[in-house]
């Protein structure tokens, strides 16, 4: 059956991202609304909203888990993902960030860019996916569009084109001037739209702007480069006071400049509003339909079969290919979330498991609404959907026709960071226990569960103290099981302060029959932790055969699970194979991986190795009377305060602290703060850490 493949071009794939309580639940609650999509207006406050559906979520008032819902706008389906904003849960936000063709970034008027709106738009780079940037809360006491298109400018280098001017400023604001198509939009109390000429008192400013945003374009743009040039040597490239219809630039062909540029990524389309006031929303959604990609516009998707590389077009009629991005287990099912990149599937249908080579049956497929579905009788290539009855799919696998294998690539996992060892309070449920980690552990595969060998003791392991409670609490709503959590700690890693050279290493192993024999000489030198591991070979004369060169990497890399001081995973280290020597007979690949293991591990008991813990950049904000405290309480965790700020009465704080002394620092700022102190923590990497901290196992 041919589908037609211009219903692919009405389709939008896109997230929601920010920072955290920056207003993307809330920004998705009035987009589901305007487009009719829900009949009240959710709010984050009330617990009410469609995406944030989850207890924990209502409870704790912040996006936990990514969620997918469908609406209609202008002929379009946008189908949308309302991602986590806290750095604890940047894995989901990585996870949807592979299946999506766009975005929408939002960020707060009064604090501009913030330390996880930084992180996620790095992870949007990283998977090449096109942005508009939406400046939320302009009805802020200190908002101000300017310095917040200030701070995209400078923190995230991308070239911002500013296409509204906000009329009223804080809670005057009640509407922009839409500078592409020179026209007023305004809002009521009632969250009515109203479009009309651009006041009297905003014309000279609206022109001012839009002929700064033709200039911006033009220097990005060729086609609108060449019209710009052209036009400005027939005309004075003034507006008509009265009606505002003509510029130096056309706007059909402004419109086509900013698409164009939005989707290589070249620069970003700002626009600005209020979401809790419901100001800004349908111009928003009419740049999502004008500016970002649908699937068709999107390079065709790459995968592997076998030792080569094939690439799936997005066509209804290609070979099916499909990633899972999220598995949720539900009192009804199983529910495998994923974006169908090529082919058709239809209910009933089976199909392949790349990674598991086995065959999958869906059962059924579902268009996602959050927490409510509508079953659908096929999805096609474009499609974001849900199916029951797979098994063995986890987040990453690929899905593909029985007939045309293919392996895409999957999402990155972030290393957890922090562990707390685990317990059933009641020995009866320990097996209980065991079943609901590993249930959660493969619906979050940041989530890691493992024995420890020492002890005998369950560690989960996550990226952060959020994660795990919110992992436990699952735990306990979910299962109805009363689990005890010991305190957190933190991931460790050990690094070469000073290496060692020529160290020597003879393998010799004689047990009747074939013997193992060979014999290396390493040097070990210092790299940068965040550099890892690096392995080279400076053999002459073909001492040692390359194969064996690649085996002897090969134990090299096994060494490193386990360094000198406790046990904790070894980084930052460059080794050379300086020389060596073989047998005639007992030689082989398994001799020299094993001296290569074993090798290093001698070679690092001689080198000086220094212990590593994870930090973190930690912004906190603070009224401008607890300054001190802050201070003094950070310089007590070890923090080294990188910069300090006053905004609008109050002031941010930036320091780099360990993560470990991170633990229960929210409780400690409210009490210093009586309440008005909050503050974000990123991962920046690892740093040295000082003789007291114990070296113990992970």
């Known amino acids: 059956m041919r589908i037609n493949l211009d219903t692919l071009a009405v389709v939008r794939n896109l997230g929601i991202l920010a ?221 008509d006071t009265g009606t505002f219809d003509t510029g130096t630039l056309d706007t059909a062909t402004l419109v086509d400049a900013l698409r164009d540029l939005t989707r290589t990524g070249d620069a970003v389309v700002v626009l600005c509003g209020s979401a809790y006031r419901n100001r800004g929303i349908e111009p928003l959604l009419d740049a999502v339909v004008a500016y970002l990609p649908s699937p068709l516009d999107v390079p065709p998707v790459h995968g592997a079969l076998g030792d080569t590389r094939q690439e799936r077009p997005a066509d209804p009629a290609a070979p099916f290919a499909a990633l899972v991005f999220k598995v949720n287990a539900t009192p009804n099912g199983r529910l495998t979330y994923l974006r169908v990149y090529s082919g058709t599937i239809e209910k009933g249908d089976t199909v392949m498991d790349a990674g598991a080579r086995r065959g999958e049956r869906v059962g059924r497929i579902l268009r996602v609404q959050a927490d409510r579905h509508a079953q659908l009788e096929r999805a096609v290539a474009g499609d974001i959907v849900a199916v029951v009855g797979l098994k063995s799919a986890r987040a990453g696998s690929t899905l593909c026709a029985l007939d045309a294998p293919l392996v895409l690539e999957p999402p990155s996992v972030a290393e957890p960071v922090v562990s707390v060892a685990v317990e059933a309070v009641r020995s009866t449920d320990t097996d209980r226990l065991a079943s609901a980690l590993a249930r959660l552990a493969e619906e979050d595969p940041s989530l890691v569960v493992r024995t420890d060998p020492e002890t005998g003791q369950t560690v989960l392991s996550g990226m952060g103290e959020l994660h795990l409670e919110v992992a436990l609490e699952k735990a306990r709503r979910d299962h109805g099981l009363d689990v005890n959590a010991g305190r957190p700690g933190v991931a460790h890693r050990e690094t070469v302060g000073r290496g060692v050279s020529g160290h020597v290493f003879r393998h010799v192993k004689q047990d009747g029959g074939a013997g193992q024999f060979a014999h290396v000489v390493l040097d070990v030198e210092p790299l940068d932790a965040d550099a890892g591991f690096e392995f080279r070979s400076a053999v002459v004369g073909g001492r040692v055969p390359q194969e064996y060169v690649r085996a002897v990497e090969a134990g090299c890399r096994d060494a490193l699970a386990e360094g000198p001081l406790g046990g904790h995973p070894v980084t930052g280290l460059r080794v050379t194979l300086t020389d060596g020597a073989t047998h005639v007979k007992d030689s082989s690949d398994t001799a020299f991986r094993t001296a290569g293991r074993f090798g290093l591990r001698e070679a690092l008991r001689a080198c000086a190795m220094v212990l590593l813990e994870p930090v973190a950049e930690v912004t906190v904000t603070v009224p401008d009377a607890a300054v001190g405290g802050v201070l003094g309480d950070l310089a007590a965790r070890r923090g080294r305060v990188s910069g300090s700020v006053t905004r609008a009465g109050s002031a941010v704080v930036t320091a780099t602290v360990p993560l470990a002394e991170l633990f229960g620092y929210a409780t400690r700022l409210r009490s210093r703060t009586q309440g008005r102190g909050t503050f974000t923590a990123r991962p920046t990497g690892y740093a040295p850490a000082p003789a007291t901290v114990a070296p113990g196992r992970r």
């Open 19 to 239: 920072h955290v309580d920056a207003g993307k639940t809330t920004v998705t609650e009035r987009i589901l609304y305007a487009t009719g999509t829900t009949h009240r207006r959710g709010e984050v406050h009330d617990g009410t909203t469609v995406t944030d559906f989850d207890p924990q979520e209502r409870d704790r008032g912040i996006t936990i888990f990514a969620a997918a819902v469908s609406c209609a706008w202008g002929g379009h389906r946008i189908n949308l993902i309302d991602t986590p904003g806290h750095v604890d849960f940047a894995d989901e936000v990585e996870r949807s960030l592979r299946v999506l063709d766009g975005a929408v970034a939002v960020f707060d008027a009064v604090a501009g860019v913030e330390p996880q709106s930084e992180s996620v738009w790095r992870q949007a780079d990283r998977y090449g996916v096109p942005r508009i940037a939406f400046v939320n809360k302009l009805d802020r006491a200190g908002a101000d569009l300017d310095t917040a298109v200030d701070s995209i400018r400078e923190r995230l280098h991308p070239a911002p084109l500013v296409v509204q001017l906000p009329i009223g400023t804080e809670d005057a604001f009640r509407g922009v001037v839409d500078l592409v198509h020179m026209r007023a939009l305004t809002w009521t109390d009632g969250g009515d739209m109203v479009v009309a000429d651009i006041p009297g008192e905003l014309r000279e400013e609206a022109r001012r702007r839009r002929r700064l945003l033709e200039e911006a374009v033009a220097e990005l743009h060729p086609a609108a480069l060449e019209e710009f040039c052209m036009q400005s040597t027939l005309d004075t490239g003034t507006f």
